[in-house]
């Protein structure tokens, strides 16, 4: 049964059976995940889980052994990395993979390669820079020399830049202070309503994804655990006990 939901928004991502190997190791096992408009879906899981692999698979990085993905509609699982942002998917990486030699404002118009209407460049600049105005205030300096929390804040920006209708993250709030973790998940609620995004989020902060989320998927060693509303998520012993320390 679909997640009530879904049926009030229009599905966007959706992924079935999807298996992934190295070699011949598989990372990903009959993995079905969806995702919709407007909408927050965590992933949540342990170190190796396979959580990584997932956002890789659906941005073309690496190639399912079975299974399909798609994104409205079409299917995307053989696409390459440049369609798939082209058709609306951008990601922001772990650990962010900035430019560090280069302008804030350079790295903003790297996530802008692929497009060639300057008008519409020019608009998500500014609502970038509406949404992050330390940007705008640091435009001219090297990424290098801001902090974390401006570094991600840089990272959801160059992804903006590309237009997307989803935005893949992988683990926003990595080696940030808390108090800059809350901000960055209160950002990635406001892109959400404000930008006209949905939004997948991977995250080992069990307690922080699922807070901000309508609803997640737990993946333990490359299978789904559980599925369910975030908020029924974040109750649930077994979650409780193995992800949130209560």
Partial sequence: MKPIWENLRVMMLEI???EVKYDLISALREVSVSASENTITTIVGSNGAGKTTLLKTISGLLRPASGEIRFLGNRIDNASPSKIVKMGISQVPEGRELFPRI??????????????????????????????????????????NLSGGEQQMLAFGRALM??????????????????????????????????????????????????????????????????????????????RAAYLGL
């Fill in 103 to 144: 302008s804030v404002y350079d790295n903003l118009m790297v996530g802008a390669y692929l497009r060639s209407d300057k008008k519409g460049i020019n608009r998500d600049l500014d609502r970038i820079y509406h949404h992050f105005p330390i940007l705008k205030d640091r435009r001219r300096q090297l990424a290098r």
């Fill in 162 to 239: 590309s237009g997307p209708k989803m935005l893949l993250l992988d683990e926003p709030s990595i080696g940030l202070a808390p108090v800059i973790e809350q901000k960055i998940m209160e950002t990635i609620s406001t892109l959400t309503q404000e930008e006209d995004v949905g939004v997948v989020l991977v995250e080992q902060n069990a307690a922080l994804a699922l807070s901000i989320a309508s609803y997640g998927y737990v993946l333990e060693q490359g299978s789904l655990a559980l599925k369910g509303p975030a908020e029924d998520l974040i109750k649930d012993d077994s979650v």
């Fill in 16 to 18: 079935k059976q999807l």
